[in-house]
């Protein structure tokens, strides 16, 4: 492409501003980045631009800003507690406002109400509004939300464990865990005081040739994953695979419910029946709904295009793991003890969501960061990013139904990568992955919904603010009353003294994405990392220098010795246990020092076998075991005292 004059340049850059794509950012090694032109004119088309060369964007910018009267109504407005904000759109008499509940209830505001603040606040929920002026009509979303997050008390300090679920196994576990070893963890937590037990995302993923395990990459934020069905005693030997037997564990569910009648049509809702038409399709047409022919990519799919076996499955098997999760969270809920979830950032791009919403979701674009310390070349999570525009005029309803669908479920939410609400890395496909840029999110209108739901649903939430975090990330938090994130070994990494978590803040001691504990002192990711191709051979002795410094600060901190693991870890549950946070939350296989992590982030299932391998003791040993009963029992008093 050739360079942009000087005023086709400034014509670009402020209809990327006007769009909210960012001219310029600081990415995670502190560089300063001006982003290149070409970058920027391929992410203002994705976002719905007329633009094909720079000298295009003065015309677009001319109208986009006559498109952005003062008049113009937001296509979302938020009604915090209930008050909804002024709309001096009504000035003549016959003006009015109409807004609408999802109940079907009807309130009307005249041009008498010209500041359009109702005498009583709005009950909580989403509203349509629709203003008749004598110039237009013209309509908009409410969201009427709380600005807290629920909490059950700001007094309350309680404890957990995180785990993959998939990775659980007991004496009767089929090839992977299922809700039934979820219980028994939570049992055996809630025996020794805890009361929370949070796993990675239960979403579906694709389970046949290839398989792809990842929970971050799920087929749909609307389902659940069959694999977690509980399909009673499976009496298998108790040797461990090398590995989870993502095929065989999809053999086992198809065989069981095979033999299980199909749901009632008249039970079946419309969008689990357009999910199940969509999985019977990808039988018979591939996975990559792209390829597809044109009616059934575009979303018709005849009879003729449908594997019925497959259909069928997807109604039987979603149908039955509601109503396992509904039966779990009531038994739960009656004995004081909650499942954590993970709403994930992302959905896989040959999956439903992304197929059944395609104008929400931008083309040859992906989500990822730019560089930073843990990857110096930036990375590409695989994602399409959605589009702000677009949600906002459905009225963000796909990415409240995402969040309710968790919510409904969990009693405390982790937002993975909080800053999503914010901001998003986009990459243009074919670029590299330092060639990026961020584009802005409604963050007051996501984070609306996440409140509302969270007190929908009583539902605690946690931001999982790691990594590259915007200013406006630290105010929003606390706002909206919604805890941070602090991982031990993180705060390690820096070179001022370790402090203790504050009351804003989870205490985790790691994370799925970082060694376990036993890994972080031993350096055993720093060698992974080299012969994955993450980290070059060269610059491993100082990654490994500074990964001794690490362990030392936090060893120092709790007058410990990084050679004596298991009492370092007990020194380091008791200080996080007695400090402020609200809750704390070691990763389970840490209590028996497991030394290798679940997935490392930037390598392929080629590379290393991540989010595929079983925990290396059954549950039944672990129960057992009276070194993890005495770290939890630990972990108990040190949160009894605090």
């Known amino acids: 492409m050739i360079p942009p004059a000087g005023r086709e340049l400034r014509a670009l850059r402020s209809l990327a501003r006007l769009m909210g794509v960012h001219t310029r950012y600081i990415d995670g090694l502190g560089r300063r980045v001006s982003v290149g032109h070409e970058t920027l004119l391929r992410v203002c088309a994705a976002l719905g631009a007329p633009v094909e060369r720079p000298q295009d964007a003065a015309e677009a910018l001319r109208a986009r800003r006559a498109a952005r009267g003062p008049n113009v109504l937001a296509p979302v407005l938020i009604a915090w507690d209930g008050v909804l904000p002024p709309l001096p759109h009504l000035h003549g008499a016959t003006d009015r406002a109409e807004l609408r509940g999802a109940d079907g209830s009807v ?61 659980l196994r007991s004496a009767r576990s089929r090839s992977l865990g299922d809700l039934r070893d979820l219980r028994s963890v939570c049992d055996w937590v809630r025996e020794r005081g805890g009361d929370l037990v949070t796993v990675l995302p239960l979403l579906p993923t694709f389970n046949t040739e290839p398989p792809e395990p990842s929970p971050y990459a799920a087929v749909s934020r609307l389902f659940w994953s069959e694999l977690i069905l509980d399909l009673g005693e499976a009496h298998r030997s108790v040797d461990p695979p ?18 299980r009648p199909a749901p009632a049509p008249e039970s079946v809702d419309q969008e689990l029946a357009s999910y199940a038409r969509f999985r019977g399709a990808q039988a018979r047409l591939g996975r990559n709904w ?22 069928r499955f997807h109604l039987t098997a979603q149908t039955l793991v509601r109503e396992q999760l509904t039966e779990l969270r009531q038994q739960l809920d009656r004995d004081g003890t909650r499942v954590g ?204 220098e500074e990964r001794a410094r690490a362990v030392g600060r936090l060893a120092a901190r709790l007058e ?22 609200p809750l704390v939350i070691p990763w389970f296989e840490d209590l028996w020092l497991e030394d290798r992590g679940v997935n490392l982030p930037g390598t392929r299932s080629s590379d290393r076998l991540n989010w595929q391998r079983p925990m290396s003791r059954l549950l039944e040993e672990v129960f057992a075991d009276p070194r993890a009963g005495w770290f939890a029992d630990l972990l108990q008093q040190a949160r009894h005292h605090a």
């Open 560 to 581: 410990s010795s990084p050679d004596r693991p298991e009492e370092f870890l007990a020194r380091l549950l008791a200080w996080l246990g007695r400090s402020e946070s």
């Open 242 to 259: 090398a590995t989870l037997d993502i095929r065989r564990a999809d053999a086992e569910v198809r065989a069981a419910l095979a033999r």
């Open 290 to 311: 792209r390829d597809w022919p044109a009616p059934a990519r575009a979303g018709t799919l005849d009879a003729e295009r449908i594997d019925p076996a497959e259909e």
């Open 107 to 167: 309130r009307f505001l005249g041009a008498a109400h010209g500041e359009a603040r109702s005498a009583h606040p709005l009950a909580l929920g989403y509203y349509e509004l629709r203003v008749e002026t004598a110039r237009e009509i013209e309509t908009s979303t409410v969201i009427s939300a709380p600005v807290h997050a629920w909490r059950r008390s700001e007094s309350a300090r309680s404890w957990g464990v995180g785990t993959h679920l998939a990775a």
């Open 341 to 544: 979830l993970d709403l994930a950032v992302g959905i896989h791009p040959d999956g439903y969501d992304a197929w059944s919403r395609q104008s929400l979701f931008a083309e040859a674009m992906s989500v990822g960061a730019p560089p930073d310390q843990g990857f110096p070349s930036g990375q590409d999570w695989g994602f399409p990013p959605l589009l702000p525009a677009a949600s906002r005029r459905e009225g963000h309803r796909y990415l409240a139904a995402s969040m309710a669908h968790q919510a409904g479920l969990a009693g405390v939410l982790r937002v993975d990568h909080v800053m999503a609400l914010t901001r998003l890395y986009w990459i243009p496909h074919g670029m590299g992955l330092h060639e990026g840029t961020y584009v802005s999110y409604p963050a007051d209108e996501l984070f609306a919904i996440l409140t509302l739901e969270s007190n929908r649903h009583r539902c605690e939430i946690v931001g999982e603010n790691l990594g590259t975090v915007p200013p406006d990330i630290y105010e929003a938090l606390p706002r909206h009353r919604i805890w941070g994130m602090y991982l031990a070994e993180f705060q390690a990494s820096g070179e001022a003294e370790v402090a203790p978590p504050t009351p804003s803040n989870v205490a985790l001691v790691d994370s799925h994405d970082t060694p376990t504990f036993a890994g972080w002192i031993a350096g055993n990711d720093i060698g992974e990392r080299v012969r994955c191709g993450l980290l070059a051979e060269t610059a491993a002795p100082g990654v490994w």
